[in-house]
């Protein structure tokens, strides 16, 4: 079965660190890679995705993330973050059918 | 496009009462998803549809739970009798068709506090 690991389940950070946030899928095929950002008090909304093509995607707000294959990783960055950045950040994978499986998210919180 | 519509936004109920909860999806959009949200399980999947027929319900904790789509513009999750282990924000996502089918739009959710 296919399983979402994010490494951290909270970060803290200062304004203009960097931010890597770490994240492993369980699934030998061809995979559909997201991540996912939830402002506080907020739903859910599509930060970037993967298809296929380049393996290093660019999304909303300075974020992106790559994809290495080998590793089945598809880990989250942005060089400078900012307090807005504050949110719970999801991976999650789907084989191409319906089902998206999400990992438990990670907190990040960025200090003013 | 409003986007995906749930309502309520919040209810509050007392232990043994029905509560239903309603979701509109995207215009257009073919599959639709029920979670549910709370601290110590993260989001789970309860249920999902597509073109109104009802995919996976394996992630429908038990019996108490009920989910219908009687066609592509409205969706119920029903809990009955409501507990208080009930509580969570219960979100609704829909999915277009084709390529993109797999990226997911979210409603504001229903916050669920069963007393």
């Known amino acids: 079965a296919q399983s979402v690991s994010q490494h951290n389940h909270h970060v803290i950070l200062s304004e203009a660190a960097s931010l890597e946030l770490g994240c492993n899928y369980s699934?030998?095929?061809?995979?559909?890679l997201f991540w996912y950002v939830q402002y506080p008090g907020q739903h859910l909304q599509l930060l970037l995705k993967?298809?296929?093509?380049?393996?290093l995607v660019k999304g909303i707000k300075g974020f992106e993330a790559e994809f290495i294959k080998s590793k089945f990783s598809f880990n989250l960055r942005k060089p400078s973050v900012q307090w807005s950045d504050t949110a719970e950040y999801f991976c999650?994978?789907?084989?191409?059918?319906?089902?998206?499986?999400f990992g438990a998210g990670t907190r990040l919180f960025v200090k003013a | 496009d409003a986007g995906v519509i749930q309502s309520p936004r919040h209810e509050v109920t007392e232990m043994g009462q029905e509560v239903t909860l309603r979701c509109k999806p995207i215009?257009?959009?073919?599959?639709l998803f029920w979670y549910r949200q709370t601290m110590m399980r993260g989001l789970e999947l309860l249920i999902y549809?597509?073109?109104?027929?009802?995919?996976?319900d394996s992630g429908m904790p038990e019996d108490r739970f009920s989910a219908k789509m009687p066609n592509a513009s409205f969706s119920t999750l029903k809990i009955q009798p409501s507990e208080p282990r009930d509580s969570a924000v219960y979100f609704c996502?829909?999915?277009?068709?084709?390529?993109?089918?797999?990226?997911?739009?979210f409603g504001a959710g229903t916050r669920l506090s069963v007393l």
């Open positions: 996502a829909s999915s277009p068709g084709g390529l993109s089918k797999n990226i997911q739009y």
């Open positions: 699934y030998g095929g061809t995979v559909n």
């Open positions: 993967y298809f296929s093509g380049d393996p």
């Open positions: 999650a994978v789907a084989d191409g059918g319906f089902k998206t499986i």
């Open positions: 215009s257009g959009h073919n599959s």
């Open positions: 549809f597509n073109n109104n027929v009802p995919i996976d």
